[in-house]
């Protein structure tokens, strides 16, 4: 289990690329370390750290504005991007082919780097990207604590909970503390269905975030362990990350009339978006979903924005 604090997570994040661009984040101020969400590289352009308030980019001479200004900038070439998608992967690139294909790959302390390039296609399927062109990497955070009032908003924890939002706005986050909080304060037998390694950050078995005393099914699909999770390891309570189709969907439904509650997360920033989704609004008819807390925006991470009822959002 991880004891990182936010400026070591960030480090820790920033630890596979070049040593140009590394130690140059290694310096940065710590108030930029802690808040850092995402750090972006693309072949030669300036490097840049996204934060709550700003995105800041690097000189060359080590300082950071918030414009691109005339000054030299801190850049990466093609050939610095490929020497760091192959230490993001391990070296081992073939072995992460199955996430590749879906544009990121799970870093060892949950951080995901996502991945732009050329598609390569085969029988109208992506197989591989080539030519690496940008990598972004998302960092990981804990906030233990950040779900309480998530919880204690939601009058029914057993009726299923989707925590809403936009990318960067906390899901996986509150999904994290969540875990931790059930499988321990509320002493529930819960099951992470963790596909993108990003809720554990599960490495070699062991996890690098805290999530107390759950099980965690790493890097499985998620009809595959929301059905495995079911079958071996009888949970009151199975969390997910982003569900995304209606395999996610089907397996669901089929484990619904199993005694277990779900809490998932979903994009979705407002109420409009959520039942647009027609995989989402399946879930909601059937009742497995009774609650839906959207949080508010990247600037105001984990923090809630309304819970609604989903019966009454799809008669509204």
Do not use: W
């Not at 690139?93 to 199955?98: A, I, T």
């Not at 080539?130 to 990598?135: A, Q």
């Amino acid at each position: 289990m991880s004891s990182l604090n936010s400026k070591e997570r960030f480090i820790q994040a920033v630890s596979p690329l070049c040593t140009s661009i590394a130690k140059r984040m290694y310096s940065l101020p710590d108030n930029i370390c802690e808040n850092a969400q995402e750090v972006i590289l693309r072949v030669n352009r300036a490097a840049a750290v996204l934060c709550p308030d700003n995105t800041y980019f690097l000189t060359e001479n080590g300082c950071l504005t918030n414009k691109l200004i005339d000054q030299p900038m801190l850049s990466v070439n093609q050939r610095e991007i490929n020497d760091i998608f192959q230490n993001i992967c391990n070296y081992s690139v073939y072995s992460r082919q199955n996430e590749i294909r879906q544009g990121f790959v799970t870093m060892q302390g949950g951080h995901r780097a996502g991945i732009c390039g050329t598609a390569v296609v085969e029988n109208e399927k992506i197989v591989n990207i080539r030519d690496i062109s940008s990598i972004n990497i998302r960092i990981a955070r804990e906030h233990k604590g950040c779900s309480k009032a998530v919880l204690s908003a939601v009058n029914n924890i057993d009726g299923g909970v989707l925590i809403c939002g936009s990318p960067c706005s906390g899901k996986t986050t509150v999904l994290r503390d969540i875990a931790l909080t059930l499988s321990t304060d509320y002493r529930k037998k819960v099951s992470v269905v963790d596909e993108r390694g990003e809720i554990a950050g599960t490495v070699r078995g062991i996890f690098q975030n805290d999530i107390g005393l759950c099980d965690v099914l790493d890097g499985y699909s998620k009809s595959e362990g929301i059905i495995m999770a079911i079958r071996s390891m009888s949970p009151e309570v199975v969390i997910c990350d982003e569900i995304g189709g209606f395999d996610d969907v089907k397996a669901i439904l089929q484990c619904s009339n199993s005694g277990v509650s779900f809490i998932a997360a979903v994009h979705a920033k407002n109420p409009d978006e959520l039942v647009k989704k027609p995989f989402i609004k399946e879930l909601i008819k059937s009742g497995v979903f009774e609650t839906a807390v959207f949080l508010q925006s990247r600037k105001n991470a984990g923090k809630i924005q309304s819970v609604e009822n989903c019966r009454e959002l799809l008669n509204a």
